[in-house]
């Protein structure tokens, strides 16, 4: 394995992400956003609400994206040898609306520890300060998690519109990339971003996360795929991979890992959002 350089893990480390790292070349990335495309025109709203998550399970072209091997080498770099896919999520930002992401950490909700894994965010579009990429605040990954308010907003791309209050802009760092590179973030990282004022979608297609086999999910159930090693400690159901487009029972597993994934992002909360 090639995996992170000894200066870009001291990146990871210090700051809490490391991009860009090369992974797709453009014609993979294209391909990718033709799959959404081609999804999107013959099967209205599957990628829609809850279905943008564990859409892996419902594409072997997606399925295939988190098998990358340079993905996998800069993952391996952070996590370990024994890797797991443990979800997907789609972002996309179309022009003309008003998606945004707010500040929030991914450990906040998701009941995965320890924090042994990494979200790895691939453009499958070019992602930019105007249309919308990510910022991260640098160096927050040292600290604990934070509060987070749930404001719901009907813009927020997130489940409960998660919100980290009062984080200063000017100290953010934007994650600028070219379709087919990819970014990897420390589940503890302050991290959103704004909207896309550009003519054109922006889309990221967000491997969430990649753990180590040693993490365990302690507040519900999850679906996993191997992506590399060994899991030997079990803690997971694993899904399909799936063969067909959007098979019968492609879908039908996407169902089930979303219902589950769904008890998990709401645990404790009075109201259900459209993620
Ligand atoms: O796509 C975005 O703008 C935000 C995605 C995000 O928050 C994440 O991947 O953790």
């Known amino acids: 394995m090639t995996g992170l350089t000894a200066k870009q893990l001291d990146h ?5 992400y490391i991009s860009p790292v090369n992974a797709l070349s453009l014609s993979e990335a294209k391909e990718i956003r033709n799959e959404i495309e081609k999804i999107e025109k013959d099967w209205p709203g599957a990628l829609e609400g809850v ?17 990358n091997k340079n993905i996998l080498d ?14 997907t999520t789609l972002f996309i ?20 520890e320890p924090h042994n894994w990494v979200t790895v965010w691939l453009a499958v579009t070019d992602a930019n300060e105007q249309n919308g990429c990510m910022r991260m605040l640098p160096g927050s990954h040292k600290e604990n998690l934070k509060k987070h308010d749930q404001k719901f907003d009907k813009n927020n791309l997130l489940t409960r519109g998660q ?31 704004g909207l896309n ?3 054109d979608r922006r889309i990221g297609f967000v491997i969430q996360s990649y753990i180590g086999s040693n993490v365990n999910q302690v507040i519900g159930k999850m679906y996993v795929q191997l992506a590399r090693g060994i899991d030997k400690y079990k ?4 899904s399909k991979v799936p063969v067909e487009l959007m098979g019968k029972s492609e879908v039908s597993s996407q169902n089930k890992a979303n219902e589950e994934l769904s008890k998990i992002f709401y645990s404790g909360s009075k109201k259900i959002g459209k993620f």
């Open 51 to 67: 279905n943008r998550n564990y859409v892996h399970l419902i594409s072997p072209i997606f399925n295939k994206i988190c098998l």
């Open 235 to 238: 803690y997971h159901e694993y």
């Open 74 to 87: 800069a993952v391996e770099s952070i996590v370990g040898d024994n890797i797991l896919i443990c979800g």
């Open 163 to 193: 919100t980290i209050t009062n984080v200063p802009l000017d100290k953010t760092e934007p994650i600028i990339l070219k379709a087919g590179q990819v970014s990897l973030h420390h589940p503890l990282i302050v991290h959103g971003s």
């Open 197 to 199: 004022q550009s003519n």
């Open 93 to 112: 930002k179309n022009p003309n609306e008003k998606g945004f992401v707010s500040f929030h950490q991914d450990a906040k909700y998701i009941g995965l």
């Open 12 to 16: 990871y480390k210090n700051k809490g």
